[in-house]
């Protein structure tokens, strides 16, 4: 098997210690042919570096190859070749949190896929729309990328028998923007049956410790902790989701230390998960524990500005206003959320109402009026322009590479 083909089929099923031999390996062969003036277009193979490194949450290297993997980039290239650069290079820039250009390279991809592959229901379409509606999930686009995986979802299960991993990954994705898309309305039905679909899927073909059990478990677990909160009226059905969503996300944690350590960006959110679940069991000094914990490994890895740094931030911040009583330590955690996400996302977007609601009510306590009416303020201007005609997204035209690439490397993003 090719080596570029090889480290992506190593990199998907989660097999870390082959993938890092064959990357070893591919690197050392570079390097002849580099000596020998010998070396041919990488770009495919550096896209698969990249993605590689997406899978193990190691974002800077993801992103870092996704850039050498598009500068080699050109038009005589396979078309194949081209939208999966363009695929993975969007994925590198959305958790780099550089929207635009991700948006720019996922479209052109998404359009090159359907004029090859549209027509025929194929599946390199369906991994596309997969990639695009990770983008608009991740830029505040929820709704919409419900729909796109929905309709990945529906190809792969046209091309693919039902006991299929791509099927399996299609349900856990689209239970994931179902669970973020119900979160406020509480309606998580659909989002739990994806989700089981793709546990009972993946518990039949994989081994019962794969890496891949863990990301759906995590997703299992955070729909069940939101129905568990429904269920103040029956405690007995309340214990017993939140235990079984205690189960999953400490599997979860057991599946993520064992493949990558502790020290892990996976690994990390699952701290923080367990933070959430253990706020909601009033096991509070456990889930500060947690958060801490969340916090800590994030900022060593991604540096105090990043968006998951703020996400764990604002759950310390919430344990402490709502439950620990602990309001100016809560304070500075919401004021640091906040201007994470302004600066990521803008004045308008969804994740914003937890940190103006939980400054009203922390300076509500501090008895400070003149906080709570500032941002008391904010928030209403944030329902302003909650409530204002979102843009519908750009028109999938397809542009000459030539000019998608220069957009792109000329970006002030």
């Not at 890496?211 to 009226?233: M, T």
Request: contains cysteine; hydrophobic residues 40%; aromatic residues 12%.
């Amino acid at each position: 098997m090719p080596y570029w083909r090889r480290i992506y089929a190593e990199a998907t099923y989660c097999e870390f210690k082959e993938a890092a031999e064959t990357f070893n390996s591919t690197v050392a062969i570079i390097e002849e042919l580099k000596a020998l003036d010998a070396l041919p277009n990488l770009a495919g193979l550096y896209s698969n570096f990249s993605y590689l490194h997406f899978i193990r949450s190691e974002y800077e290297k993801e992103y870092d190859w996704s850039q050498k993997a598009l500068a080699l980039l050109t038009e005589d290239l396979p078309s194949r070749i081209i939208i999966d650069v363009l695929r993975q290079a969007s994925k590198a820039c959305v958790l780099k949190r550089k929207f635009n250009k991700a948006g720019l390279l996922i479209r052109q991809a998404v359009t090159l896929a359907s004029e090859l592959y549209l027509e025929d229901g194929h599946p390199y379409f369906a991994d596309a729309l997969t990639d695009y509606a990770f983008y608009l999930l991740n830029s505040d686009s929820v709704q919409e990328s419900v729909k796109v995986y929905d309709k990945a979802l529906s190809i792969k299960k046209e091309v693919f028998e039902k006991n299929n991993i791509h099927v399996a990954l299609g349900h856990e994705d689209l239970a994931y923007a179902l669970y973020v898309n119900e979160y406020s309305s509480g309606r998580f039905y659909h989002a739990r049956e994806n989700a089981e679909r793709s546990i009972r899927i993946m518990e039949r073909i994989l081994p019962k410790d794969h890496h891949l059990l863990a990301s759906v478990k995590r997703v299992k677990a955070l729909i069940l902790e939101e129905i568990a909160l429904d269920e103040q009226g029956n405690m007995y059905l309340q214990l017993q989701y939140l235990e079984e969503a205690e189960q999953l996300h400490r599997a979860a944690l057991a599946l993520s230390q064992k493949s990558f350590g502790e020290d892990n960006v996976q690994t990390a959110k699952h701290y923080g998960n367990l933070g959430r679940l253990y706020q909601s069991m009033k096991m509070y000094d456990e889930a500060e524990r947690m958060h801490v914990k969340a916090i800590m490994i994030k900022e060593e890895l991604l540096g105090k500005d990043d968006y998951e740094v703020g996400l764990s931030t604002g759950h310390l911040a919430s344990l402490y206003n709502y439950h620990m009583k602990r309001y100016r330590d809560a304070e500075k955690l919401y004021l640091r959320s906040l201007e994470i996400n302004l600066r990521l996302f803008g004045e308008a977007y969804s994740g914003l109402e937890y940190d103006y609601r939980g400054l009203v009510n922390v300076y509500a306590k501090l008895l400070e009026h003149e906080g709570v009416i500032n941002y008391s303020l904010k928030m209403t201007e944030w329902q302003r322009l909650r409530e204002e005609p979102k843009s519908p997204e750009q028109n999938l035209e397809p542009q000459p590479l030539k000019q998608i690439l220069e957009n792109y490397f000329n970006s002030m993003e």
